[in-house]
């Protein structure tokens, strides 16, 4: 049962869903900067929206963090790169609430090209204004869409229904996917100077903070509307106020600010500005998908499955044939680390039989996992592998070939002189199947002891009887040769982990050539 801290408000399935999956939440609203660095600590999971700043200060104090879900889109609210160097896996929710947000930019689109907020709220105080509120048609216009993933692809495909041209920006896209939705792609100073409508569906980077400035503002045809359902700070508010009473700009809608709530913005001032507080995901719906997505991911995040939208993991997929062997690779990896007193800096992983063909870069992230959890003290997860491997100079080598003797599907993994192989046993439970070229089948125990000896009788009975005098039972054991019989391998796990001076007295006895403990 892990403890997880969900600190803004959550759809009660999502809720439903982490507790049914056996863990505790607690759900706190009430927090400040300063509490949260207290009520973080020994939770596993934190789940938010987007109030919550996840800053590096929060995610040192949370030591026990495993995974931080994001329900929703934007992770402009999570230090991402802090939660990867420390092994704190990210996820969100993208589909979640995208039809949601979609659909609200349209509707700030089309509110503030017909002034309905303004209308209404004059209505409602009793002031029947016909002439004052008069608005334009889209209709015929041009609309600037400006980042087509998938909130400006959905965007375009229901603007297109209403007989506009469509023009976009975006670097990132191929002209594919634009011309799948019947837009011209243009450079955003090209696309200021004719759309009379933008709708901006960037995602906050360094990149595009500040991308609608003064200067972009001077070069747009005069009369543009602007539409911001995407982040605040992508747009700077001063300089759009005051393009605005310039009349530069007619107008814009927004969703969100840059501090939010805005408490000193200028645009709320003016009357051609329709604003709403950053609503655009909230609908029953996006809610309910969001909470129940995050939750999804936060419980395979902590179960140690592949998860789907982490966003800070290398390997993207992992196909079903694979997923089984997880735990096989983890145990390999680990089981590997521990024959080195220090690493090699050469890793080789060959999937043989089913597994050749197979997506496998999760697999070889696993193996990282297993390799650096017994060889270092840091906390190490599918995120911090790959980079814990950078900093210790391992190279990794994959392998694939279709035959596997006698098995179905083998890992093998090698380093240095040693080699160790495993796959899964008619249980579906990992099985060590091979050490350094001697037959075993041996499941993988959190303490296992590995002697290899010249193969001649009384062997087993010197380790056993100085385990045996040391008051150490053996849970397990099994013994492998080589195929030409010239040396002997045992593996036994034990209740408990085996002093450094009971080894080293079975290293001294004549016959024994190494011994290795290998602990989880
Ligand atoms: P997405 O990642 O699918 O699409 C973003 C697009 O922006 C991509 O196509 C990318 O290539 C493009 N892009 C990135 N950097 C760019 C740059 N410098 N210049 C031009 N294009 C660039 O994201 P999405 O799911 O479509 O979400 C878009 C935005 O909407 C995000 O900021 C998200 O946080 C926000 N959002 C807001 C609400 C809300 O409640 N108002 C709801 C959901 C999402
Ligand atoms: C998002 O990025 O998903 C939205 O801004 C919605 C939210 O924060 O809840």
Redesign the pocket.
């Known amino acids: 049962m892990a403890k997880i801290l969900v600190t803004?408000k959550l759809a009660d399935s999502g809720l439903e869903a982490m507790r049914a999956a056996g863990h505790e939440v607690d759900v706190q609203l009430e927090w400040t900067k300063e509490t949260l660095l207290d009520i973080i600590k020994g939770k596993d999971a934190l789940v938010v929206?987007?109030?919550t700043k996840v800053t590096e200060e929060v995610l040192q104090a949370g030591k026990d963090l495993k995974v931080v879900g994001?329900?929703?889109?934007?992770?402009d609210?999570v230090d991402t790169k802090a939660a990867t160097a420390l092994g704190v896996m990210v996820v969100?929710?993208p589909e979640?609430?995208i039809i949601s947000?979609a659909e609200h930019a349209i509707a700030l689109l089309l509110s503030q090209a017909r002034n309905i907020p303004q209308a209404h709220g004059a209505l409602v105080q009793g002031r029947w204004e016909r002439s004052k509120w008069e608005g334009v048609e889209i209709f015929g216009k041009t609309i600037g869409i400006v980042g087509l993933g998938r909130i400006g692809g959905l965007v375009a495909q229901r603007l297109s229904g209403f007989g506009v041209k469509l023009v976009g920006y975006d670097p990132y896209i191929s002209e594919e996917r634009a011309k799948k939705y019947s837009i011209e792609l243009l450079p955003l100073e090209e696309l200021v100077k004719v759309a009379d409508f933008i709708t901006i569906h960037l995602p906050k980077t360094k990149e595009t903070a500040g991308l609608f400035n003064k200067e972009l503002f001077a070069k747009a045809k005069t009369g543009i509307r602007i539409v911001n359902a995407a982040?605040g700070g992508i747009i700077d508010e001063e300089a759009l106020a005051e393009a605005i009473r310039e009349g530069k700009v007619a107008g814009a809608a927004l969703d969100?600010f840059s501090s939010e709530p805005p408490t000193d913005s200028p645009l709320l001032e003016l009357p051609s500005v329709v604003v709403t507080p950053?609503l655009?995901?909230?609908t029953g719906e996006?809610?309910d998908k969001?909470g129940e997505q995050i939750a999804e991911q936060i419980i395979l995040a902590l179960a140690g499955d592949f998860v789907p939208y982490a966003v800070n993991i290398s390997a993207k997929s992992i196909s079903e044939p694979a997923k089984p062997y997880l735990a096989v690779a983890e145990q390999l990896g680990r089981f590997i680390a521990g024959l080195f007193d220090r690493l090699p800096n050469q890793l080789e992983v060959e999937y043989q039989g089913l597994l050749a063909g197979e997506e496998v870069s999760m697999l070889t992230l696993s193996v990282l996992k297993g390799v650096f959890a017994s060889a270092t003290e840091e906390p190490v997860s599918y995120v911090n592998a790959p980079q814990l491997a950078e900093e210790h100079g391992l190279e990794i080598r994959e392998i694939q070939s279709p035959t596997a003797k006698d098995r179905v599907s083998l890992i093998t993994v090698r380093a240095g002189n040693h080699e160790v192989a495993a796959t899964l046993g008619s249980d579906k439970m990992p099985r060590i199947v091979s050490v350094d070229g001697h037959s075993i089948e041996v499941p993988p125990a959190p303490f296992m002891l590995v002697v290899r000896n010249n193969d001649k009788p009384g062997m087993i009975g010197i380790v056993g009887t100085i385990l045996g005098n040391a008051d150490i039972s053996i849970r397990n054991m099994a013994v492998g040769q080589t195929a030409g019989g010239e040396t002997a391998l045992m593996v036994l796990s034990t209740e408990q982990p085996i002093a450094e001076q009971l080894i080293e007295a079975i290293r001294k006895e004549k016959g024994i050539l190494e011994v290795h403990q290998i602990t989880s």
């Open positions: 803004e929206r987007s109030a994001r329900a929703g889109v934007g992770l609210n969100n929710a979640s609430n947000a982040r969100v950053h655009g995901a909230s996006a809610q969001a």
